[in-house]
């Protein structure tokens, strides 16, 4: 059964304070691993998705990146509206469905 | 603002009520996917639709059932609700179903609450 397992649950970071976020998946065939923002009762934004191990995109102060295990995303000198919970879901080769994990959810103080 | 449009944004309703959740895809896209978000399990994949074709099932529950339409708009009907039934509704939707055209984007969401 296809597993992703997010961490750390929260997290809480000073203005320009960078850090990584984790997310660890167990699947048959990885079709593609994905990284989308939530706000607080709102629906979740796409980010990016990564196809590869090694692959790596870039967007302002994120950039994730893809191992055959685990995606990190990585935050550089985050600012208070970077704070959300960061979801990261999978979908593996023979379906459309995402499979999501717990998600992270990051405070960034002024 | 993904382009997906959902109505109504909340819901309030009595155990054992039936509701209709409305969900209008990106223009363009032919695939659409419902979501359940609550507290305790986080986001669980409900059903796909492509096209107007039932393409995915995931854990839906017997008393949920949903439809796409000729215009590619979906509907999700819950029925006979329990109080476990209150959670956050998300319609996706994808232009198809493979590579980057299988990129999901999501809709704001409707909150049920079930009473």
């Known amino acids: 059964e296809d597993q992703v397992t997010q961490s750390p649950e929260a997290l809480r970071l000073q203005e320009g304070e960078s850090s990584s976020l984790n997310c660890s998946y167990t699947v048959s065939g990885l079709r593609g691993l994905f990284w989308y923002r939530q706000d607080p009762g709102k629906g979740p934004e796409f980010l990016f998705t990564l196809y590869s191990a090694g692959e790596e995109k870039e967007k302002e102060r994120l950039k994730a990146t893809l191992t055959k295990k685990e995606s990190f995303l990585h935050i550089t000198a985050p600012k208070p509206e970077d704070s959300a919970t960061y979801l990261c879901a999978i979908k593996e080769t023979s379906g459309s469905r995402l499979t999501f994990g717990e998600g992270t959810q990051l405070t960034v103080n002024p | 603002d993904s382009g997906v449009t959902q109505t109504p944004k909340h819901l309030i309703t009595a155990t054992g009520q039936r509701v209709t959740l409305r969900c209008s895809p990106r223009s363009g896209d032919l695939s659409v996917y419902w979501y359940q978000q609550s507290l305790d399990q986080g986001l669980q994949f409900l059903i796909q639709?492509?096209?107007?074709?039932?393409?995915a099932k995931g854990n839906i529950l017997e008393r949920f059932s949903a439809q796409q339409f000729p215009d590619l708009h979906s509907e999700l009907n819950l029925s006979s609700l329990e109080l476990g039934d209150s959670a956050l509704y998300f319609c996706?939707?994808?232009?198809?179903?493979?590579?980057?055209?299988?990129?999901?984007?999501f809709g704001p969401g409707t909150r049920l609450t079930v009473l």
């Open positions: 639709y492509y096209n107007g074709e039932e393409r």
């Open positions: 996706a939707s994808s232009v198809g179903v493979t590579g980057v055209l299988s990129t999901q984007y």
